[in-house]
């Protein structure tokens, strides 16, 4: 489940292309956006044509834009041959979004900060993840907006690094692990928040919102049960799938 994105040189104008018509293809988009940015820093990129197509749905919480964003970072540094500084794309995406550092590297990390001050940790073994995305698209923006304005002081304060230190199963992490969103957007849509809990009462190990949603997940020890509890999901759009395997990207 992935986005595919192709860079091929253009002549004098700068294109970008998506296969999705909901998905602006001007200044608003983050891969435009990326190829402006990265320009600025390095003159030598020439004009390219970028074909975006969309297989992450929008709006969904899986970090399909962020993604996309570091992707066309990554292209025009192979593309041009350029001086692979990860001090200086760090900068440069972090500027155009809060997550996108995260996916010059990928694999599994701890951030601190604005999401630029990461660290490579290990959390236990990822065998299958089933993906349910309901029909409700929620406003990043607003969940943030919301979010600020709830927490309180003792509850920001992030368990997660704990958890990795510890070295807990994904059981245990269901115990002491939560997105802090999910409060929020429970309440305001209980049916994700349903969505949680029916998947744990189909033998998953640990179930969670993505993001900020609407995207609910939850990981499985092996594809069977992974399978058996999908089939309790057929009103809903699903994925089945693994984690790729952590790799050098920069």
Same mark, same amino acid.
């Given at each position: 489940m992935c986005d595919e994105i192709e860079i091929n040189f253009k002549g004098k104008n700068f294109n970008l292309k998506t296969n999705n018509p909901n998905l602006p293809n001007d200044e608003s988009n983050l891969c435009y956006q990326a190829y402006i940015e990265m320009k600025k820093a390095f003159p030598e990129i020439k004009a390219v044509s970028i074909n975006l197509i969309k297989n992450i749905p929008i709006g969904s919480g899986l970090g399909g834009g962020s993604s996309n964003c570091a992707s066309v970072m990554i292209g025009l540094c192979k593309l041009f041959n350029l001086k692979k500084d990860l001090n200086l794309l760090k900068k440069i995406s972090s500027s155009l979004g809060s997550d996108v550092s995260f996916f010059l590297n990928g694999g599994t990390q701890f951030g601190k900060g604005f999401g630029e001050d990461l660290e490579k940790i290990s959390l236990p073994k990822i065998e299958h993840i089933l993906i349910i995305i309901p029909e409700i698209n929620i406003s990043t923006s607003w969940a943030f907006k919301?979010?600020?304005? #709830?927490?309180?002081?003792? !509850? /920001?304060k992030s368990k997660f690094n704990d958890i990795h230190r510890l070295k807990f199963s994904l059981k245990s992490m269901q115990k002491f692990f939560e997105n802090d969103f999910e409060s929020l957007v429970f309440r305001t849509y209980p049916k994700i928040g349903e969505l949680k809990r029916k998947l744990l009462e189909c033998g998953a190990n640990?179930? !969670?919102? #993505? $993001? !900020? $949603? #609407? /995207?609910v997940f939850g990981i499985f020890n092996d594809f069977d049960s992974a399978v058996r509890a999908e089939k309790n999901f057929y009103q809903f759009k699903t994925h089945l799938v693994r984690p790729i395997k952590n790799r050098k990207i920069i």
């Open positions: 919301n979010l600020k304005n #709830s927490l309180f002081q003792e !509850s /920001t640990y179930a !969670s919102l #993505s $993001g !900020s $949603g #609407s /995207t």
